[in-house]
């Protein structure tokens, strides 16, 4: 039984069967402007179910979304009905973006570009739970894989999750060893999520409610390569740290490092190889940390904030009584908002305000990438700066600087401005401000589209 709001939202963006048909599903992108479009206008995707279709979008336009696409997509409702029905019998259930079980950290760090749907089986609860991802090629050798298996078994241990893709090789490992230890696991699947809801490797991890298996993809797709590579991002972000066991410098694995390293969503930590031209070195050069030591003595809690001084993410962090933690992970909103509204102190001296005050017993965390806090830290200057300022002010490496300049400005949050090039804030765009943007978004939410 799904209400009529996820019924439409499962309408406009889901496949039901292999063929595309003739109307294509909207993409996350798609529906991230076609619901804000339809919260501005005071309506809700139910409404398209329960009213004829072309009264609620009185004043849409958009070339890439016409009427007569969005007709077809409401027009499958009998498909529906047996798709949901046969997912059902395997135990594959549907969260949209507005069900409280949906993943806050991927709605925090890819806001409307996070996947409308996720098909999954197993404990929900678990994508909200933090974790770590352990990721690797598919064609690992007997090394690799027992790194893997024991990097599963030692996040188990330390009582967080596993995170990962899923596939055969280090994936399939890492998971299988933190079911191992009766920790919990989370695997984000590219493909063939129905047949791995009734797969014996996964039966006890699922029947013990340790195992959750998610999918923005339709349930029964086959492997693809482009969805291998779409789900990279949400691997990462799910959750505080990754760790690479073995990588090419091209292929998924390299691609989703990259991506991490660029957005700067997590710490990206690489185990150790001797080989100067494998990928697990390219990715050092790019900005990951070399995993130091035994498997079976790492820290894994201190891998969420790698608490390096000359590493672009060094004055984002601090240490309490010796153990590394991130800027807001230890603080509640109030404590955060109030360290971000003073004049523009050192970036490490907000994290330490932050990480020194107790939180109240029933505020809830915020989880916050480096370019988030980067972000923040923008709206507290007074000027325009250059990248060098910010690389001097924040001691922080000048190509981390221009990745997120680059990005803030890509986005519409920030300026630039020439002669010389100098960067600010774009006050009113409605976007620099992250607190306004988490209040707006829950009032989206609040109109069951869940953009929050």
Request: net charge negative; hydrophobic share 40%; aromatic share 6%.
């Amino acid at each position: 039984m799904i209400n009529t709001n996820t019924q439409s939202i499962l309408l406009l963006t889901s496949y039901f069967s292999k063929s595309a048909g003739d109307a294509k599903p909207l993409s996350p992108t798609e529906w991230g402007r076609f619901a804000l479009w339809l919260n501005e206008q005071g309506k809700t995707p139910a409404d398209l179910v329960t009213a004829e279709p072309r009264a609620v979008l009185q004043g849409w336009q958009d070339d890439k979304i016409s009427f007569d696409r969005i007709e077809q997509l409401l027009g499958r409702g009998h498909a529906l009905a047996l798709a949901l029905e046969k997912w059902s019998r395997a135990g594959i259930w549907v969260l949209t973006r507005s069900d409280a079980d949906y993943p806050k950290l991927l709605k925090q760090r890819l806001r409307n570009s996070a996947p409308p749907v996720l098909f999954g089986c197993g404990n929900a609860r678990l994508l909200n739970q933090r974790g770590v991802c352990v990721v690797g090629a598919r064609k690992a050798d007997e090394v690799d894989l027992g790194f893997a298996t024991a990097l599963g078994e030692r996040i188990a241990v330390a009582g967080l999750s596993v995170v990962s893709g899923g596939a055969r090789g280090v994936d399939e490992a890492a998971m299988l060893g933190g079911l191992k230890q009766d920790g919990t696991v989370i695997g984000i699947m590219a493909d063939s999520l129905l047949s791995a809801a009734m797969a014996s490797k996964w039966r006890k991890g699922l029947m013990d409610n340790n195992l959750v298996l998610v999918s923005p993809f339709y349930p029964e797709a086959g492997f693809n390569a482009g969805n291998a590579m779409a789900r990279n991002k949400y691997i990462y972000c799910l959750s505080q740290a990754a760790v690479v066991v073995r990588s090419d410098t091209k292929g998924g694995t390299w691609s989703g490092a990259i991506e991490n390293l660029k957005k700067a969503w997590v710490p990206l930590w690489v185990k150790r190889v001797q080989d100067v031209q494998s990928g697990n070195q390219a990715l050092i050069s790019e900005g990951g940390y070399w995993l130091e030591g035994a498997v079976e003595h790492l820290d894994i809690q201190s891998l969420c904030a790698p608490a390096t001084s000359n590493l672009a993410t060094a004055d984002l962090l601090s240490t309490e009584n010796g153990v590394a933690v991130t800027d807001t992970e230890q603080s509640g909103p109030d404590v955060a908002e109030a360290a971000l509204s003073q004049a523009s102190p050192p970036v490490s001296c907000l994290v330490e305000q932050a990480a020194q005050t107790s939180p109240e017993p029933n505020a809830v965390p915020i989880e916050m990438s480096f370019y988030q806090f980067f972000l923040r830290k923008m709206a507290c200057l007074k000027a325009a700066v250059t990248a060098d300022e910010l690389a001097e002010q924040w001691d922080v490496p000048k190509k981390q600087i221009n990745d997120w300049l680059k990005q803030s400005v890509d986005e519409g949050r920030v300026r630039k401005l020439s002669k010389p090039v100098r960067y600010e804030l774009i006050k009113d765009s409605g976007l620099g401000n992250v607190a306004a943007e988490q209040t707006a978004g829950e009032s989206v939410g609040q109109l069951g589209l869940g953009l929050d």
